[in-house]
C-alpha cells in the first residue's frame, strides 16, 4: 500500500501521471454531466406534469438502475479490455443523451432511456476503477483515490449549481445536447490517454479453457470471492456503515424545522457532511500509509458517534459542526476502498467492485429510508441519534472483523 520505506506519495506524482489525467477529467466531465441531465429530466417532468410526486420519482429513478446493474453488468470490466468498455459505454450514454433531447419525446421513452444511460454507469465505474489500480502503483493509488473523492464530492455540488444555471439559460433540450457532449468528450480523453490492456480475464488466464468467460461464472465467483474472504468481507462492512451517517441527507429538513429554522438552515446542514468529507479525504490522504490504516477503524466508529449528540437537540451552528465532523471522518473510506482494491485479483476486479458498489448504495438507500419511515414515528433528532448509535457499533464490530482476519496466519479462502 505504500511506496518503498512506508512513505506518502506525493499528489504531484500522481497528477503527472498520463492515464490518472485522463481519467481524472473524463470522470468530472460525466459527473458533471450527470448533475446537469438529473437538473435537466426533472424540470423536463415538472414541465410536462405539473407535478412534484411524479418529478420525484423521475429523480429517483436515477439511483435505481445502480443496484441491479451493479452486479449484473460489472463483470463487463473483466470480460472485455476496459479502455474498450469506457469509450463503448461513453458513446452508448452520449447516443440516449441525445435522444432524450429530441423535443415532443413521451415522458416514458425519457423515462427508459434514463435509466439505460444510468445502468451503463456500473461496467464503466468498474472499468475506471480497476484501471486506475493499474495505473497507479503503491501508496499512489491511495492519494489518486482520495484526490478523485474530492472531486466527486465538489462535482456533484457544482454540477448542481451550474446545472440550474445552464437549464434555466439553455433550455432543457439544449442542457440535455450539453450533457452528451461531456460523454463524448469523456470518451476520446479515455481513447488518447489510457493505455490499451488487454482483458483481465485473459491476461490471468493459463489455459484455453480458463480463458472462457461467463457471465454468471463471474458473477458467482464475485459473490464468493467477496462474502468468503474475511478481510474483503469486513472492509465492505466498514463501507457499509455509510448507511448510517448518511442518514442526514434524508433528514436535514425536517430536522431543521425541529430546531426551530427554516430552508436556509436545512441547506446548510445538507452541505456540512459533504464539505466535512472533501476535508477528512485530504486530511487523510496526507497521513503516513501505516497512520492511515491504523485510523481506519476509529476514524468510521468517529463518523457515527457525533450524530448521537442530536439527541440533545443542539443549536443550528453546533449541529452543522457535529455533521460536519461525521462528513470529516468518513474520509476514512478512501483507505478501506483502496484496500478492498487491491486484495481483489486484478481479473476479478471490476466485477468485486461492482458487487461493492451495489451494497455501498443499498445500505446507503436502505438508512435513508428506514430512518425516514422511524422519524414518522418519533422525534427526527432521536433518529439522528440513534442511527449514529447504530452506526457506531456496526463500525466497531467490522473493526473487530477486520484485525481479526489480518491476525489470521493463513490466507482467507477466496484470496
Known amino acids: 500500500m505504500a511506496e518503498a520505506g512506508g512513505r506518502r506519495a506525493r499528489l504531484g506524482a500522481v497528477f503527472t501521471n498520463r ?23 426533472s424540470m423536463l417532468v415538472y414541465e410536462r406534469t405539473d407535478s412534484a410526486g411524479w418529478t420525484a420519482v423521475t429523480y429517483g429513478l436515477t439511483y435505481l438502475p445502480d443496484l441491479v446493474s451493479g452486479p449484473l453488468l460489472s463483470g463487463l470490466a473483466d470480460r472485455y479490455p476496459r479502455r474498450a468498455v469506457m469509450v463503448t459505454t461513453d458513446i452508448a450514454r452520449a447516443m440516449l443523451v441525445a435522444v432524450m433531447a429530441v423535443p415532443g ?98 491476461a490471468a488466464a493459463t489455459s484455453r479453457s480458463s480463458a472462457t468467460w461467463s457471465w454468471w461464472g463471474s458473477l458467482s465467483t464475485g459473490l464468493v470471492l467477496v462474502v468468503g474472504n474475511r478481510r474483503l468481507r469486513a472492509l465492505l462492512g466498514l463501507a457499509c456503515v455509510a448507511g448510517a451517517y448518511v442518514t442526514v441527507e434524508g433528514l436535514a429538513v425536517p430536522y431543521a424545522g425541529e430546531i426551530g429554522e427554516g430552508i436556509a438552515a436545512a441547506g446548510l446542514l445538507l452541505a456540512a457532511s459533504p464539505a466535512g468529507t472533501v476535508v477528512g479525504t485530504v486530511l487523510v490522504a496526507r497521513l503516513n500509509p501505516q497512520l492511515r490504516l491504523r485510523l481506519m477503524g476509529p476514524l468510521a466508529v468517529a463518523a457515527c458517534l457525533p450524530l448521537v449528540l442530536c439527541a440533545w437537540r443542539p443549536g443550528l451552528v453546533l449541529t452543522v459542526a457535529l455533521w460536519a465532523l461525521s462528513g470529516a471522518a468518513a474520509g476514512y473510506h478512501v483507505v478501506a476502498r483502496s484496500l478492498f482494491v487491491r486484495l481483489v485479483p486484478d481479473h476479478h476486479r471490476g466485477q468485486c467492485l461492482g458487487l461493492a458498489v451495489t451494497a455501498l448504495k443499498t445500505a446507503q438507500g436502505a438508512g435513508i429510508m428506514l430512518a425516514g419511515l422511524m422519524a414518522t414515528a418519533t422525534s427526527t433528532s432521536s433518529v439522528v441519534a440513534a ?28 484470496a
Open 19 to 41: 492515464e490518472f489525467q485522463a481519467l481524472f477529467v473524463a470522470q468530472l466531465l460525466s459527473m458533471m454531466g450527470d448533475q446537469l441531465a438529473r437538473v435537466a429530466v
Open 105 to 202: 419525446l413521451p415522458l416514458w421513452v425519457a423515462a427508459v432511456l434514463l435509466v439505460g444511460v444510468q445502468a451503463l454507469g456500473a461496467p464503466h465505474g468498474a472499468a475506471r476503477g480497476a484501471t486506475l489500480a493499474a495505473a497507479l502503483t503503491g501508496d499512489r493509488y491511495v492519494v489518486g483515490a482520495a484526490a478523485q473523492d474530492v472531486m466527486v464530492q465538489s462535482s456533484q455540488v457544482a454540477g448542481f449549481a451550474l446545472g440550474g444555471l445552464v437549464v434555466a439559460g439553455m433550455g432543457i433540450g439544449e442542457g440535455l445536447l450539453l450533457d452528451a457532449g461531456t460523454f463524448v468528450v469523456s470518451a476520446v480523453l479515455v481513447r488518447l490517454g489510457v493505455r490499451a490492456r488487454p482483458a483481465a480475464h485473459l
Open 387 to 414: 442511527a449514529g448509535g447504530i452506526g457506531a457499533l456496526g463500525a466497531l464490530l467490522a473493526t473487530t472483523a477486520w484485525q481479526r482476519a489480518n491476525a489470521e496466519p493463513a490466507p482467507d479462502r477466496g
